[in-house]
């Protein structure tokens, strides 16, 4: 007699008993059967006592369930990372002794450098797309192997995959978990599809000198995400690879070896000092316009704007200009006329929470150097005051603020454009732990946030991922959309951070209970920084904005 074990959905709240080894796939169709779970597509993998595991995987115990389509982040992300896999069997299949990277996340999808032997031309991305259709239809299985670590790196140094290998000799791990589709071969580091079949949307077109991967929306996976135009995003990635390629360092393997072999000091040296060039860089454009009046500074959460903000204003000074900082949250409007959200709560993200008339007043007021008496926002009682505080511009002072609607147009409606001068700061993570498997921007600010908040809000990691959701539903609409706005773009994530960053964030993260739904979140951010050497923030410099999150910063925020 086969022995059966219980397993409870999520989706219906019902349980179940299935055969030992029983797959998530067949479990499924099992409970889909007897009734709809209510999917908007078909599912992509599940959390399993809120974990991420694909289709795949076999129950021996009894677990709890949730079957995830592709409107979670979780399904998009094993959704695209089998279209990775897709992509670079592919290449292979049509280019040998060609090479993939994906590289970088932008246009709502995933720059691809191929390196074929020749410039991508239209044809390729032809054929290639064409490839990748005819592997799909195939619906061919992809098979999740494991073996001893060694005989994976000895698999993919015969393979070629460098990056892979200088990845697996550096995680210290015994045993290795990779895929294979129709022979290829390849290393990814999260749950993959059952079936080549499930791939049911994609986009692959020419982009600059490579490829560009498009994926479904989130909000809509019956289409592709919206092509936009990200050309200054695009150009301060190229421009990090450039840093990169200073540094000899691409991927988490190359950090790992440095890390390892005492080289730190000289790698966060050469960052700071690349990263502070940058900034002096934006303040000598700035000075060299003649005319500006207003430096707005406007990037996503933890991005990093607030030393941005600092680390610019002295630049500013040493070129003869005198920063006044206003702070865009003394405009908001009394809280019974702030906009509310679609759950009827107060919208304090909308640009509409503040006082648009009274800001681009006393700014045309203050540029004609008349004098006005700033506003102060009194949290506890939600009312606008005066503060009392009078301000007369002189003739080479330059008003810096900050603040997530800085890019907006709508914010200075009334103030000539060349008295403006934008910067879009945020943390754009260039370094890949591979090859193959890039790492979201995202993640790196979560991280940087999940520390901040704890150490400065008293706030959990657990409480700090329950909110993250929200954080960046914000972003998509009052951020995103204007960043190609800026006349500067500056990109706050260091090399290095990551190294760092684990050694304050790991002890945060496993104090979320698995029994919470954020813990999913919790272990997928574990897992990664496991691939990450640890490194001592004792090296990081105090002016270094890491310090807005570290701590320790000689900055005063």
Excluded at 127 to 147: F, H, K, S, T
Excluded at 292 to 300: E, Q, S, T
Aim: charged residues 25%; proline residues 4%; glycine residues 6%.
């Amino acid at each position: 007699m086969i022995k059966q074990v219980v397993i409870r959905c999520k989706n219906n709240g019902k349980t179940l008993k299935v055969d030992v080894g029983s797959t998530l796939q067949e479990i499924y169709d099992m409970l889909n059967a007897e009734e709809s779970l209510g999917l908007v597509t078909a599912p992509v993998c599940a959390k399993v006592n809120n974990k991420t595991e694909g289709l795949h995987f076999r129950v021996y115990n009894a677990k709890t369930v949730e079957f995830m389509d592709l409107t979670s982040s979780t399904g998009s992300r094993v959704y695209t990372r089998t279209l990775f896999l897709v992509l670079c069997k592919a290449v292979h299949d049509l280019y040998p002794e060609g090479s993939v990277k994906i590289d970088i996340p932008v246009s709502n999808g995933y720059y691809c450098d191929l390196e074929i032997g020749h410039v991508v031309t239209p044809d390729d991305a032809s054929a290639i797309r064409e490839r990748m259709r005819e592997i799909i239809d195939a619906g061919l299985p992809i098979n999740r192997r494991e073996c001893l670590t060694e005989e994976a790196i000895d698999m993919f140094e015969k393979l070629g995959a460098h990056s892979k290998v200088e990845l697996l000799r550096t995680i210290g791990k015994i045993y290795t978990i990779y895929y294979e589709l129709d022979g290829y071969k390849d290393y990814y580091y999260g749950s993959m599809l059952t079936n080549t079949k499930e791939l049911t949307l994609f986009g692959l077109e020419p982009y600059y000198d490579g490829l560009l991967l498009r994926i479904p929306s989130v909000s809509n996976p019956s289409k592709l995400g919206e092509f936009v135009r990200q050309d200054k995003m695009f150009d301060i990635f190229r421009e990090h690879h450039q840093w990169q390629n200073i540094l000899g360092i691409g991927t988490i393997g190359a950090l790992n070896q440095e890390i390892v072999s005492g080289n730190s000091a000289e790698l966060i040296n050469l960052s700071e000092a690349l990263q502070e060039k940058k900034i002096s860089r934006i303040a000598d454009e700035i000075a060299s316009r003649k005319g500006i009046k207003l430096v707005l500074i406007a990037g996503p959460s933890s991005s990093g704007k607030t030393t941005t903000c600092k680390r610019l204003s002295i630049q500013l000074l040493t070129n003869g200009i005198r920063p006044i900082g206003i702070s865009l949250d003394d405009y908001f409007v009394d809280r019974e006329k702030t906009p509310r959200d679609e759950k009827g709560d107060y919208d304090y993200e909308s640009i509409h929470a503040l006082n648009l008339d009274l800001f681009n007043e006393q700014l045309e007021a203050l540029f004609k150097g008349e004098e006005v008496e700033l506003p102060r926002y009194d949290f506890p009682t939600g009312t606008s005051v005066l503060s009392g505080k009078k301000l007369r511009m002189q003739a080479n002072d330059v008003l810096v603020i900050e603040g997530i609607h800085a890019l907006n147009p709508e914010l200075t409606a009334s103030i000539p454009q060349d008295k403006i001068f934008r910067v879009y700061a945020s943390a754009l993570t260039t370094v890949l732990l591979d090859h193959h498997n890039y790492i979201p921007t995202t993640d790196n600010r979560l991280l940087r946030r999940i520390i901040r908040d704890y150490k400065y809000r008293g706030c959990s990691a657990q409480e700090t991922i329950r909110r993250w959701p929200s954080v960046r539903a914000g972003e998509n609409k009052w951020i995103f959309p204007y960043q190609e706005n800026a006349d500067a773009m500056f990109n706050t994530a260091m090399l290095f951070e990551l190294a760092v960053i684990k050694t304050q964030a790991e002890p945060l993260l496993e104090q979320v209970p698995e029994s919470a739904a954020e813990y999913n979140e919790a272990y997928r951010l574990l897992k990664f920084l496991k691939y990450i050497k640890p490194l001592s923030e004792s090296q990081i410099p105090p002016a270094s904005l890491l310090r807005e999150f570290l701590g320790g910063s000689s900055f005063v925020y």
